[in-house]
């Protein structure tokens, strides 16, 4: 058939998540016209998806929000020390509303192409609905855990109830009373969402396969002092997180724990638990490059965890050991051990029972079976690579992102890549964002793309692209930093180990978010050294 006529447009942004809503905001104030696409049916991406009980951030919320516009972050009011994602959502759509957002957004639409011609140096975006865009930039702000895991469990499709996923949970939630449920994945999602179920289920049946290493959130509703507080000093603690390696006040410790007496380190630790939240990876410098220091740190918690839990049985399997603190992402709760001296709470480890399968009425594991009336899968996500490589992306040459990162990704700064001119990422593999407050890496990534744009017009050029040299020098530089610690040796989706046959690679960039900072201002006061601008 014939093809249907192209939007014209300055930039096309995939995804009206944080990055996406920040993107088009930035990009219309400098006089761009921007087209949203966004495969919801509403805005707000991560924090749309996974409504599922229990969900919250791990970051503070008077730091997990916008800072660029001193009025909104003012006039906005959090609850609680750890917003729950519905303040998050509302958060969102205020912020949306607020900026007179929603007008360039086109929801309901998933990206399934996009790809670039040389000649007239323009990308071509392709929607599932046929519906095609063109602009001379693109930017991907399509999530680092967005496309949820394909779930591999023998049996599945034969189940009578109802399958919940935490990424996709029921709009009005779900009614749980009564029900024998059963929950498959004890990452940050399945560890937020046990305590919740537990208590409105009549029984919960956590399977799982690898336990996590978890600190208490210690939430709290906030006081207006304590709101007062942020908000006099907003300009200066905004600054004084972007110094820091993960864009947040965490009060981390200058000290190196491997020079702590052993009093001093448990005294840390202690403190830290208290104050909770993931502050605890931050009492010392070393905590992930120095494997005692690790160990230490990891054997802390083993033992809170054994203090906690009632029976030694189920506090031994609750116990992590086969991998440090840290190597997989710490997770943040409340009441989490806690739900297991519950009586309505059971424990199945599959490593040591694995699922046979599923069955019509429940599940049955190689020892035994559990009748259940609700199954939820907290099961994960193809992280940072998944949303991308699920677009047919196609760039100079013909060449396919696809094909480019057969071995695994390879980007310059996380945020260009070889071969695609004029694509941006936001909060790409190679960029430090996952081990940060994505909201700020989410502003500077935008803000130096912005300017990056900018610069490109400037010169009269019409395309930008990394240099493959460039490139090739920011994923050994990555792979370096990562080399120095212990994430490598953890099966976590930082290296894409929860997805089979998907390439062990480390992605993130560990030099942390000040130095990235750094780094990407140089790039850019030199000329955007490491790309060839046309
Ligand atoms: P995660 O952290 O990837 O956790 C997924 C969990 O599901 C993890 O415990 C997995 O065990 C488990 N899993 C996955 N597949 C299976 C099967 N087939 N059987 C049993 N268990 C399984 O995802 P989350 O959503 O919890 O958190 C993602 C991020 O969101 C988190 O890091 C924060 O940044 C926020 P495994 O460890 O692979 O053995």
Request: net charge neutral.
């Amino acid at each position: 058939g014939v093809a249907a006529p192209a939007h014209a447009y300055d930039v096309i942004v995939i995804g009206a998540g944080f990055a996406g809503l920040y993107a088009l905001h930035r990009l219309r104030k400098e006089g761009y016209s921007v087209r949203v696409l966004e495969a919801g049916d509403a805005i707000g991406g991560t924090w749309y998806w996974n409504r599922y009980p229990g969900a919250r951030c791990d970051v503070e919320s008077m730091q997990y929000s916008f800072s660029f516009s001193d009025e909104i972050q003012r006039e906005w009011n959090w609850s609680q020390l750890y917003a729950p994602q519905p303040e998050i959502l509302s958060y969102i759509n205020f912020v949306a509303d607020r900026l007179d957002l929603r007008r360039d957004i086109q929801l309901n639409t998933r990206v399934s192409a996009a790809s670039f011609d040389a000649a007239t140096r323009r990308w071509t975006v392709t929607t599932g609905g046929g519906e095609r865009f063109i602009a001379p930039f693109s930017v991907m702000a399509t999530g680092c855990l967005s496309i949820p895991l394909d779930p591999r469990i023998p049996g599945l499709e034969s189940f009578q109830g109802p399958v919940y996923r935490t990424s996709d949970w029921p709009h009005g939630g779900v009614d749980l009373a009564g029900k024998r449920v059963g929950l498959i994945g004890t990452g940050s999602s399945g560890i937020q969402a046990t305590p919740r179920l537990a208590e409105q289920a009549a029984q919960l049946v956590v399977f799982q396969r690898t336990p996590n290493y978890s600190i208490p959130a210690q939430n709290r509703p906030l006081d207006p002092d304590y709101i007062r507080g942020w908000k006099d000093n907003y300009r200066e603690r905004r600054l004084a997180a972007r110094q820091t390696r993960n864009n947040t006040l965490n009060n981390a410790g200058p000290e190196p724990g491997s020079l702590a007496t052993p009093e001093a380190r448990e005294k840390a630790f202690e403190e830290r638990w208290a104050a909770g939240g993931i502050g605890f990876m931050y009492a010392f410098t070393d905590m992930t490059s120095d494997p005692e220091v690790n160990r230490h740190a990891s054997e802390f918690v083993r033992r809170k965890i054994a203090g906690i839990v009632r029976d030694p049985q189920v506090a031994e399997r609750l116990m992590p050991k086969d991998y440090g603190i840290g190597g997989k992402r710490i997770c943040v709760d409340t009441d989490y051990f806690e739900t297991f001296n519950r009586d309505n709470v059971t424990l199945v480890d599959v490593r040591a029972d694995p699922i046979a399968q599923v069955t019509p009425t429940g599940i049955r594991t190689e020892a035994a079976e559990y009748p259940l009336d609700v199954l939820v899968l907290a099961i994960g996500f193809d992280a940072m690579t998944g949303a991308l490589l699920r677009i047919d992306i196609t760039g100079r040459d013909g060449v396919r992102l696809r094909d480019r990162w057969a071995e695994g990704p390879k980007t310059y700064l996380g945020m260009a890549i070889a071969g695609f001119p004029n694509m941006f990422l936001i909060t790409g593999p190679g960029s430090p964002s996952v081990f940060t407050n994505m909201v700020t890496s989410i502003e500077q990534h935008v803000d130096w793309i912005a300017d990056c744009m900018r610069h490109v017009l400037g010169k009269q050029a019409s395309a930008i692209e990394a240099e493959e040299e460039a490139q090739e020098r920011w994923v050994a530089h990555v792979n370096e930093l990562a080399a120095k610690t212990i994430f490598p040796t953890a099966n976590s989706w930082y290296v894409g180990a929860n997805i089979p046959g998907k390439p062990r690679v480390f992605m993130p960039y560990l030099g942390g978010a000040a130095n990235y900072a750094a780094i990407c201002e140089r790039v850019a006061r030199s000329d955007y050294e490491g790309f060839r601008v046309e």
